[in-house]
């Protein structure tokens, strides 16, 4: 799909919405080490919860 602008458009006449897909696409939503972590939680968490149970 071509861009909503072509190259050299002043910033004035850009589409709004073209910017705001672009600044979204910067960061990604949660880190790689995010996702890691919550996953070793939730593992020490079964992992207590089946010592005291068990």
Do not use: H, K
């Not at 910067?26 to 593992?43: E, F, H």
Request: proline fraction near 13%; avoid cysteine.
């Amino acid at each position: 799909m071509p861009p909503a602008d072509p190259p050299g458009t002043d910033p004035e006449d850009r589409d709004r919405s073209e910017n705001d897909l672009a600044r979204r696409g910067r960061q990604p939503t949660a880190s790689p080490w995010t996702i890691i972590l919550v996953i070793a939680l939730i593992a020490a968490i079964v992992f207590a919860a089946s010592a005291l149970l068990g």
